[in-house]
């Protein structure tokens, strides 16, 4: 018999952050995405439309990666959020204690709220 690897779920984590508050800290201080997010995030997020939607959709899940990890000692910038071809979120981790670990996520945004969901594996 065969044996496959199974991941096994190891938290969830939700988030919801008000657009407004985004685009308010935003216009008082641009710079303010250089620390929360990297190079490829910010070029994602300030091309075409919805900037304040994409910046406050990825706030939210970087803090619902967070919260599915456990781990409020994690800087923003270690959890990088893409798209798959298909636009599929995907994140990427980057440091100590994050190997082994796989996160699921699912955004979502209006002109007000953005929301996160995110699901931590042990592969």
């Given at each position: 018999m065969k044996k496959h690897s199974a991941a096994a779920v190891c938290g969830i984590g939700v988030d919801i952050t008000?657009?407004?508050?985004?685009?308010?800290?935003?216009?008082k201080n641009p710079a303010f995405l250089k620390?929360?997010?990297?190079?490829?995030e910010i070029a994602y997020c300030l091309k075409g439309r919805n900037i304040y939607e994409r910046i406050a959709a990825r706030f939210s899940a970087?803090?619902?990666v967070i919260k599915a990890l456990?781990?409020?000692?994690?800087?923003l910038k270690a959890i990088a959020?893409?798209?798959?071809?298909t636009?599929?979120?995907?994140v990427a981790l980057k440091g100590p204690g994050l190997g082994g670990i796989s996160v699921m996520l699912s955004l979502s945004h209006t002109e007000n709220y953005a929301?996160?969901?995110?699901v931590a594996f042990k592969v």
């Open positions: 008000e657009v407004a508050r985004i685009r308010r800290l935003y216009e620390r929360f997010f990297t190079r490829e970087k803090e619902a456990d781990r409020k000692d994690l800087p959020v893409s798209k798959t071809g636009g599929r979120p995907a929301c996160a969901s995110a």
